[in-house]
């Protein structure tokens, strides 16, 4: 049966104390160059690998960076996890992926669990916590870059999603479009209200005074919930010709519920998404969408995140994302 070899077990071997053993991995000078060979030489025969978590509370430095999403199956969230982590390699940083499920609770907990694991900081994705407890177990780590949610004294990296609804509702307002619907997200979405109110300000805008009836919560961000959603609201409202889905997945569930209902898109609906994932481009018709770099913006939570770390200032950062309309079919 294997086993791992601690520094107890270097220090048996070599004949010396664990602290000098300690002083040996460290470089810290102290001992004299025949011990240091003789130590060296035990690690080496015995293939001791020190617990980076260990070494980590030793030396306030594990090298490791958490990243919590709140849906690792959303390709949105999937990509700036895969922009975090090239950002991560290049600065010899390794990156612990965790997926909140969409459940506060669990993001709580995994918060935790990356502060048990003593990581250098945190990058958190699109958090669904109250105020209050974001702000609370922010303060539990060292450093924490926020993206697509503002917090007082934390970085973070955002899309502009108010303005990107807005520019939605312009686009369909100027295809002659009057009865325009929203399928929003949850309301603790960060991303989802601020959408709601570029929706609302664009509609009040233009003079057309915004319908509460209109707009219909998603009971979840995907393709089921947008599904379900659309339905309800298109049963109710059969003289909607226009729908702002909350994202891309959303868009394509409410494309089903377009057909099944017998409401051509986009002769009689036009549906526009968020986040132009690659299912945008594959769908018929092909959704007219809001696009966002997601990798750059994985890249560059990372790199505000490392640049915090080793700058330790206490100033905080924003930089802000602005969102390209891409007009295909669904709304052309």
């Not at 539990?140 to 007082?152: G, P």
Request: charged share 25%; aromatic share 2%.
């Amino acid at each position: 049966m294997s086993f791992r070899v601690s520094i107890a077990d270097v220090a048996r071997e070599a004949g010396v104390s664990r602290q000098t053993v300690s002083r040996a991995l460290n470089n810290k000078g102290e001992i004299s160059d025949a011990t240091l060979r003789r130590v060296q030489e035990v690690i080496h025969r015995l293939d001791y690998r020190p617990s980076s978590i260990a070494r980590g509370l030793a030396t306030h430095h594990t090298g490791t960076i958490g990243l919590i999403v709140p849906d690792i199956a959303n390709p949105f969230f999937a990509d700036i996890g895969r922009g975090a982590d090239d950002a991560a390699h290049e600065a010899g940083y390794s990156l612990l992926l965790c997926n909140a499920v969409e459940d506060a609770a669990r993001e709580v907990d995994l918060l935790r669990t990356l502060e048990q694991r003593a990581v250098d900081g945190v990058v958190l994705c699109s958090s669904r916590l109250p105020e209050k407890i974001l702000a609370e177990q922010v303060k539990r780590h060292d450093a924490v870059v926020l993206i697509n949610r503002s917090l007082d004294g934390c970085s973070s990296v955002c899309v502009d999603d108010a303005r990107g609804a807005a520019v939605v509702v312009q686009h369909l307002l100027g295809l002659g479009r009057r009865r325009i619907g929203l399928l929003a997200g949850s309301e603790v979405s960060h991303s989802s209200g601020e959408r709601v109110r570029g929706y609302t300000e664009a509609l009040i805008a233009a003079g057309e005074g915004p319908d509460p009836a209109l707009m219909q919560r998603c009971d979840s961000p995907d393709i089921d919930g947008g599904y379900h959603a659309a339905r309800a609201l298109l049963s109710a409202r059969p003289d909607l010709d226009g729908l702002i889905c909350y994202n891309d997945l959303v868009a394509t569930g409410a494309l089903r519920a377009c057909a099944e209902l017998g409401r051509r898109v986009p002769d009689d609906v036009a549906v526009a998404g968020a986040d132009d994932i690659l299912l945008a481009s594959l769908v018929t018709p092909a959704l007219t969408t809001l696009r966002s770099n997601r990798q750059a913006i994985g890249v560059a939570a990372l790199r505000m995140l490392i640049d915090d770390l080793q700058c330790a200032s206490g100033a905080c950062n924003t930089l802000v994302f602005q969102p390209e309309l891409v007009v295909r079919a669904s709304a052309p």
